[in-house]
T-cell receptor
């Protein structure tokens, strides 16, 4: 148990569906992250939020839309996905202190296994 | 840009064998270095870390030393168990204001047989 939870753990959706992934951290951290893990590929950083402000968006298609309503919750809204978007989506959080250079440890949730039909 | 290179897997060992998984990195500045482990069907768990040159991270019998001169952070364990079967990821962390950015290797699968 890392203090980061993700729901649902498994999701199957059609290409025309709209769904959301949820992440919650119970660690009092200020930074949250979405990663994509596909078979045979390195982990890909998708989005970073620091104090609820998006600070990185690594060329992610607009069919993925993140939302960070507060420092404990992070969502990834999905719409009109493609089969190649099937992957394990991992959420992580880290301490993060604004104004301080940080190499803080990131703590990961268990992931959501997404299958797009 | 920064990069992390790990040995290709799978690594197949018998129980109680010695384990080494090689990891080298390329980075500007002075990153922190990490090993994460991923068990089947789960997310990544921090195994150990080192924040500066010559630091040794250790946990659950695993060790790795931050070697700046060889830009390496090799993972070792003296006697592996079946329960150590998992995928191991080496990573480095860049510094940013208020958050970190991890660069991962591709992962090395370890299979331990009884």
């Amino acid at each position: 148990e890392t203090g980061v939870t993700q729901t649902p753990r498994h999701l199957v959706m059609g290409m025309t569906n709209k769904k959301s992934l949820k992440c919650e951290q119970h660690l009092g951290h200020n930074a949250m992250y979405w990663y994509k893990q596909s078979a045979k590929k390195p982990l890909e950083l998708m989005f970073v939020y620091s104090l609820e402000e998006r600070v990185e968006n690594n060329s992610v298609p607009s069919r993925f839309s993140p939302e960070c309503p507060n420092s404990s919750h992070l969502f990834l809204h999905l719409h009109t996905l493609q089969p190649e978007d099937s992957a394990l989506y991992l959420c992580a959080s880290s301490q993060g202190i604004l104004g301080t250079e940080s190499t803080d440890t990131q703590y990961f949730g268990p992931g959501t296994r997404l299958t797009v039909l | 840009g920064d990069s992390v290179t790990q040995m290709e897997g799978p690594v197949t060992l018998s129980e109680e064998a010695f384990l080494t998984i090689n990891c080298t990195y390329t980075a500007t500045g002075y990153p922190s270095l990490f090993w994460y482990v991923q068990y089947p069907g789960e997310g990544l768990q921090l195994l150990l870390k080192a924040t500066k040159a010559d630091d040794k991270g250790s946990n659950k019998g695993f060790e790795a030393t931050y070697r700046k001169e060889t830009t390496s952070f090799h993972l070792e364990k003296g006697s592996v168990q079946v329960s150590d079967s998992a995928v191991y990821f080496c990573a480095l962390s860049d510094r940013n204001s208020g958050y970190s950015t991890l660069t991962f290797g591709k992962g090395t699968m370890l299979l331990v047989s009884p």
